[in-house]
């Protein structure tokens, strides 16, 4: 079927709603079409992510019914006792995101399947807790994290709450790719559905089995009790899901002190008080900076959408606000976890961190500091959980804690995915015991931790490099790092050269190539000669690709002045290639 062909059969056929036939009647410009129909809309990296709007390239019911039924023929190959144990949907406050997660509920009920949807909009990370606790073979949630209002997106877990190992992804793919057909997708109505029990509403159960084992993970329970409610935190969940268990999780266990920003309190899908919902981004604190210098708040808090993310701002001893970067929170909840537990003896023999290899390579040195393993994988946060998993089964390590730059970070086994509530409650109680204890603020801390380990600091930036073109010339961008021999940027030296895609490794002092295990993926990592890295990868769900910048100096002023020469040759780099 040609571009073409599936304009005319969306605008067209009654199989799908007047308000899609509308919106595609209405377009005149060829290249909007286009973009809409060249191509369907990828399923990588676990899932779906993009614009909403109709066409094969966009996020509406009828790519959710398809990708879903993709899902259900996968689960029915499991046979009865895989269809019984079903499939756990969650969703956040986006346009569209409960529909479309009613019309995967009802896509599964028609083909048999056991489906459980949570009665309102859900944290990602409880999701994951939620399959594993109600024993189901996989999960959806219906979110496009921080993404730009205009997103949305739909990502798929398995049976241990983790995101969608590649093999069975791979299959799903294959189910979607190999229909044609798309007007046989019909959902089964919704009161035949829950008549028959096949589909069954969740909700309070689940959340406090949940926030019961978040409150297992604080290492000062005693002090988070009596000394909770004197530190006071500002709280925003950026109009999202992540509003009613940030807030429980703190208040049971004594952070009582917690005002949440009212303006950005309330579900949104327009997220009208902030240019996009990314707690990345220093606009997303403006209101909250606002109401924490009222009451001289300590920290400042903020979850994205779905509540997998968590951004900090820190008062500091002048009470002026800083925010940290994604690294720094890392480090931060990295330093704190496996210094406490080995001051309180409960530091296990095998213990082990996992990171990406997009995150500081600080983490590194303080793990080897208290003779902790380091595992490293590839962005995004599925392969952190897939190493836990793999760690756990085998039995050669001890998950501690797992983060990656782009603010997600997990501790505890409980769940298989980045976790803002979690991080929450261990950054409130590291910011209390220091306080308490030794008289810190993280701030103070993050200062000790840069003098004993060196300053690392680290940015990235990100080219939008929309539909086919864009594809090209990402492409172009990389070949072209690939091809060239680049032995110094900015003049520091290039020690190591990994090639995620080729699996191969290069150093270039010895000139040996050594193999690569991760899984193949389109990055290029130039590993800096004493500390720090410069990394490409295009994104696998979103028209971006995206630089990641580390360098390692003595003191702050050399380490800001080497990340600005760095940052500038490579995007000097990039501009030649680009005009070429």
């Known amino acids: 079927m040609t571009m073409q062909d599936r304009y005319r059969l969306w605008a067209e056929h009654p199989y799908f709603d007047e308000e899609i036939r509308h919106e595609l009647q209405q377009i005149n410009d060829p290249k909007e079409i286009e973009d809409r129909f060249y191509t369907d809309l990828e399923f990588g990296t676990g899932g779906l992510r993009g614009i909403i709007g109709a066409g094969t390239n966009r996020m ?31 969703y956040d406050s986006r346009k569209y995101s409960s529909e479309f997660a009613l019309e995967a ?30 024993h189901a073979l996989a999960g959806i949630v219906v979110t496009a994290s921080h993404n730009p209002k205009t997103y949305n997106g739909y990502k798929v877990y398995w049976d241990d709450g983790g995101q969608v190992p590649p093999s069975k992804a791979d299959q799903i793919l294959a189910r979607i790719e190999a229909r044609e057909n798309w007007l046989d997708i019909e959902p089964l109505d919704l009161e035949n559905a829950m008549k028959s029990g096949i589909l069954e509403i969740i909700g ?33 969940p950026l109009h999202g899901a992540g509003n009613l268990l940030v807030r429980r999780a703190l208040a049971e266990l004594g952070f009582s002190s917690v005002k949440v920003v009212p303006e950005q309190e309330l579900p949104d899908p327009e997220f009208a008080t902030v240019p996009y919902p990314n707690p990345e981004i220093p606009a997303t604190f403006e209101l909250a900076r606002k109401y924490g210098l009222e009451m001289q708040a300590d920290l400042l808090l903020a979850t994205d959408p779905d509540a997998d993310r968590l951004g900090v701002v820190i008062r500091d001893p002048q009470g ?14 990295t330093y704190y976890i496996l210094s406490q537990k080995m001051d309180l003896g409960i530091l296990p023999e095998k213990a082990t961190i996992i990171k990406t290899v997009a995150s500081t390579d600080l983490a590194d040195e303080i793990a080897r500091s208290f003779n902790v393993r380091v595992e490293n ?26 983060f990656e730059e782009s603010y997600g970070y997990l501790a505890g086994d409980f769940v298989r995915d980045k976790d803002g509530i979690i991080a929450s409650v261990l950054l409130a109680e590291a ?16 200062k000790r931790i840069y003098e004993e380990f060196g300053y690392y600091l680290d940015d990235q930036e990100s080219l939008t490099l929309a539909g086919i073109q864009g594809k090209e010339e990402m492409m172009k961008i990389m ?90 040759d490579v995007m000097n780099r990039i501009a030649k290639i680009r005009s070429v």
């Open 479 to 568: 070949d072209s790092f690939r091809r060239e021999e680049i032995l110094k940027i900015s003049e520091i030296p290039i020690i190591n050269v990994d090639d995620y895609e080729l699996r191969v490794g290069k150093n270039l002092k010895t000139g040996q190539t050594y193999p690569l295990t991760l899984p193949r993926s389109n990055v290029l990592r130039f590993s800096f000669d004493g500390g720090g890295f410069v990394m490409a990868r295009p994104s696998g769900t979103e028209p971006k690709i995206k630089f990641y910048f580390s360098v390692k100096a003595k003191t702050l002023p050399e380490a800001e002045n080497t990340l600005n020469k760095v940052k500038a």
């Open 105 to 134: 509920a009802l896509v599964l009920a028609k083909n048999g399947i056991k489906t459980y949807l949570f009665d309102a909009l859900r944290p990602t990370p409880e999701l994951s807790f939620a399959v594993r606790q109600l």
């Open 60 to 90: 509406n019911k009828y790519v959710i019914r398809k990708v879903t039924q993709g899902l259900a023929e996968c689960i029915s190959d499991h046979g009865p006792e895989g269809m019984k144990r079903g499939v756990v949907i969650a």
């Open 377 to 402: 994988v590839l962005t995004g946060f599925k392969f952190i959980a897939e190493k836990e998993k793999e760690m756990e089964e085998g039995g050669w390590g001890k998950f501690q804690f797992g």
């Open 320 to 333: 002026k606000y800083q925010q940290l970067t994604g690294n720094q929170i890392g480090v931060l909840l």
């Open 431 to 446: 910011a209390l015991y220091y306080r308490e204890v030794e008289g810190l603020n993280l701030l103070d801390l993050l």
């Open 204 to 236: 309070e159960k689940i959340d406090q089995i949940y926030l019961d084992y978040v409150q297992k993970l604080a290492l000062h329970r005693d002090l988070d009790v009596q000394k909770g409610g004197g530190l006071r935190i500002v709280y925003t």
